[in-house]
């Protein structure tokens, strides 16, 4: 139920995340948390798992970039793509995420105004475990698009070449995702005893 004047009332969300049939990861614990604060929450499965790929195996189903495209040709004949916010974040597939590229740019054009959050899901604890392929398309097209991004250590080191052992050290690499266009950086370290006693880093570029 919306509550009265409430501004998230407003929010119109898309978000393109994984699905795994046990466990909470990407959408599946996203969207409800979102549509619990009163955001409108549209979801678009990147992928549909038994469960996420850190257990030994894992099943399921990777959605083609055609696929992706066909869902958003349809939003678009219905005047649906406009959205306030969009979230990404796993991604199985190299052309996949060069579509969704070509949606945040679309939505943008739509809505000047609207927030990209990308989280860029490719490992951790040192180990890739999307395909490779995926880290010069997010480099290179993902990060300059995303107006808040939130890498884990791992990811941070991956997108920046910076390898983090220290808090000063994330920051570094927090100014090199600045410097591509990201307003708002999060990160943190496998552990809260890592590096940093409250487990988190963000940073904020103000022009």
């Keep these: 139920m ?3 004047n409430n501004p998230l009332n407003e929010c119109r969300v898309l978000s393109i995340q994984s699905h795994v049939v046990c466990g909470f990861v990407g959408n599946k614990s996203a969207v409800f948390p979102l549509q619990a604060l009163g955001l409108e929450v549209d979801m678009i499965n990147s992928v549909q798992f038994s469960n996420h790929t850190g ?3 894992m099943k399921g189903q990777i959605l083609k970039s055609s696929e992706l495209d066909d869902l958003i040709d349809g939003l678009r004949s219905n005047d649906l793509l406009n959205y306030t916010h969009l979230l990404t974040g796993y991604m199985g597939d190299p052309t996949f995420l060069n579509k ?3 949606v945040v740019g ?4 739509i809505n000047p105004k609207l927030i990209y959050v990308c989280d860029p899901v490719m490992g951790d604890n040192n180990r890739m475990y999307v395909p490779e392929s995926l880290l010069p398309i997010y480099k290179e097209k993902v990060v300059p ?8 250590q791992f990811e941070a080191e991956l997108l920046t070449d910076i390898k983090i052992n220290n808090k000063q ?3 570094k690499a927090m100014d090199i995702l600045h ?3 990201v307003q708002t950086v999060g990160t943190h370290p496998p552990t809260p005893s890592h590096w940093i ?3 988190c880093v963000y940073t904020v570029y103000l022009p």
């Design 179 to 181: 410097n591509k266009g």
């Design 55 to 57: 257990y030994k195996s």
């Design 169 to 171: 050290d994330a920051i």
């Design 197 to 199: 006693t409250d487990n």
């Design 106 to 109: 679309e939505l943008k054009r």
């Design 145 to 152: 698009l995303a107006d808040i991004i939130t890498p884990n």
């Design 2 to 4: 919306l509550e009265p």
């Design 100 to 102: 969704v590229c070509d």
